[in-house]
Nanobody, 114 residues
């Protein structure tokens, strides 16, 4: 069982930046495939970015060039650096882990508004 806790959400103006964190439990974090998803009000959950155990990063088209996913295996933590934020990025952002099963955090709300 892997537990995931997101943090770092909040209110930011359009064009601003925010960094999300996801702390994971367990002693094998370096083997986890980690990712970020988001769900906007009234919409389905959307894949944002994934980082493999080897550090390979893949991004959804809507965030490519603006968001950066990273991980610190020594801290059991994954990050999402979000730049040039747009109102359309407003959503609850969820941390996801795939390792012998699928695990989700409870989410952190990001609101982009002036």
């Amino acid at each position: 069982q892997v537990q995931l806790v997101e943090s770092g959400g909040g209110l930011v103006q359009p064009g601003g930046s925010l960094t999300l964190s996801c702390a994971a439990s367990g002693s094998l974090f370096e083997r986890y495939v980690m990712g970020w998803y988001r769900q906007a009000p009234g919409k389905q959950r959307e894949w944002v970015a994934i980082i493999t155990s080897g550090g390979t990063r893949t991004y959804g088209d809507s965030v490519k060039g603006r968001f950066t996913i990273s991980r610190d295996n020594a801290k059991n933590t994954m990050y999402l650096q979000m730049n040039s934020l747009e109102p359309e990025d407003t959503a609850v952002y969820y941390c996801h882990c795939s390792y012998g099963g699928t695990y989700w955090g409870k989410g952190t709300l990001v609101t982009v508004s002036s």
